[in-house]
């Protein structure tokens, strides 16, 4: 069993871990709107800040291998596979950041934060 001491220093930890955690979940918040859009829910952003990056730089690269971009033609060979890269990056930060949201979700839950 605790003393005195010890369940004020433990409950002194769960407020800190409630306060942390609130500010931890309106990060998830933010998270989330720029992957799928939506802000408590309902739909914000359409297409999502995530899928709009994406297709700028998809349309960038449909550009510079149709020519339509000014791209040195020593410079495309490794400027197109960066963008494809780029384009990768955010496609798997979806997919994984989808992951961190549901945790971070049942984290909440846990504390009923």
């Known amino acids: 069993s605790l003393d005195g001491e010890g369940k004020a220093s433990f409950q002194a930890k769960l407020a800190e871990l409630q306060v942390r955690g609130v500010a931890i979940l309106q990060g998830t918040a933010k998270l989330g709107a720029l992957i799928d859009g939506k802000v408590n829910g ?53 997919t994984e950041f989808g992951g961190t949201i549901q945790g971070q979700a049942s984290f909440a839950g846990v504390f009923n934060l």
């Open 42 to 94: 309902e739909v914000v952003f359409n297409p999502s800040p995530l899928a709009s990056i994406t297709g700028e730089i998809n349309g960038i690269i449909s550009a510079g291998i149709s020519g339509d971009l000014n791209i040195p033609v020593g410079r495309i060979g490794c400027v197109i596979p960066a963008l494809k890269e780029a384009a990768n990056i955010l496609g798997a930060a979806a």
